[in-house]
């Protein structure tokens, strides 16, 4: 499986459908979109994840949104995608790299920790404050965001 990634080109449009399967808010999704890189995994020019790159704060740097299409979740894309974004970030000449996911979101939080990102904090209520609809994944209700970081 050969997987391409490449910044998105001013003239494209994001694939909005893959940038929802990680955040449900397509007001959020277009906001943070204005103001950051995105970048797409391809294989044989079929879109098939996607990451973008928020910068936040002098040498720091955001994941705001990473999503694999469902057809190749499970396949190491998600890992590819992270790793990806470390060796970005680090060119760019950032220091800090930051990921925030639910606290449902369990499998996301696995698979950061084994990338090496570490949990510095827990925003409590954020996607009852952010969000109209509830979230659900996993059974379990989505309100607090987990903040990780890693050095790089």
Do not use: W
């Not at 499970?74 to 760019?92: D, F, R, S, W």
């Amino acid at each position: 499986m050969e997987i391409t990634i490449r910044q998105l080109s001013a003239h494209e449009k994001p694939p909005m459908e893959l940038l929802l399967l990680a955040d449900p808010s397509q007001k959020i999704v277009a906001e943070y979109l204005q103001r950051g890189d995105c970048f797409v995994a391809e294989i044989r020019h079929q879109l098939i994840g996607i990451h973008v790159l928020l910068p936040t704060r002098p040498y720091t740097i955001e994941i705001v949104n990473i999503a694999v299409d469902e057809r190749y979740q499970g396949k190491g894309v998600g890992k590819i995608l992270l790793q990806h974004a470390i060796e970005t970030a680090k060119a760019m000449g950032y220091t800090t790299i930051e990921i925030g996911t639910g606290n449902s979101s369990l499998g996301q939080l696995a698979l950061y920790q084994k990338c090496g990102f570490r949990i510095v904090g827990v925003d409590r209520n954020f996607f009852l404050r952010h969000y109209e609809e509830d979230i659900i994944e996993n059974g379990i209700r989505c309100t607090d965001m987990i903040r990780l970081s890693q050095d790089i």
